[in-house]
């Protein structure tokens, strides 16, 4: 059962036990009402963006394993820095996972092609990337998704099943949708932060304090600070026993609708 189901019921049994139990004034009634409502939409909220409680929705952020083995992901892309990107996991042998929006596949195409062709697997991450993308009623989710999946698909005649939502943020609906389109969603457990952060040997060195068998990186290849913090981090990793594997020998994946 999905965690959110499961406390909903509990949260449910604990307003009915003290509804029987209510014997004194009715503002001691109102303050447990309150109480366990502030407790439960408090719990809500974190659910919603914490990718790594799979609170609405099952969502891969790791793997279970004891080598020393990682996935590095890349979101918001293709961009026009992309291709540095790709020129860099070719020089240290690396396969990633693109998460891509549909309105950058259409100014990137080519770069999208170019990164499906070097290897690299392509995931969908929304059409628009709304920052509303929480507040979307189903039809709006589903078009977000659909029209994502659209854009990729014209260009590479396939369709992902990878789906990472925008900002980690998922909701009944959005759950919902994902259920219905039947995506693999994929979160992460190390976060770069190189969009709030701008030091790239400070990113680097984030990302590899955290390092983790079966961890799943999270980072965009959106900027020239990324890029540098890539080339560090990889530098780093060559001096320990962790390697970069493509996701599906992380987590056991179909990748692509045939
Ligand atoms: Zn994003």
Known sequence: MLRHKYIKYV???LLVVVLWNYHKEIYSLIGYFIGLSLVYVGILAWGSFDVRLSYFTPINSSAKISENKIAITFDDGPSAVTAEFLNLLRKYQVKATFFCIGTQVVKHPNILKQ????GHIIGNHSMNHPNNMGF???ELVHDELRFGQRAIE?????KTKLYRPPFGVTNPTIGAVLNQLEYVVIGWNIRSLDTVIKDPKRIAKRMYKKLKPGGIILMHDTSEHSLHALEYFLQYLEKTDYTIVPLQELINLKIYET
């Open 136 to 138: 979307l009623n189903r």
């Open 154 to 158: 014209e260009v590479l005649n396939k």
């Open 11 to 13: 949260y449910i049994f």
């Open 115 to 118: 990164i499906h062709d070097e």
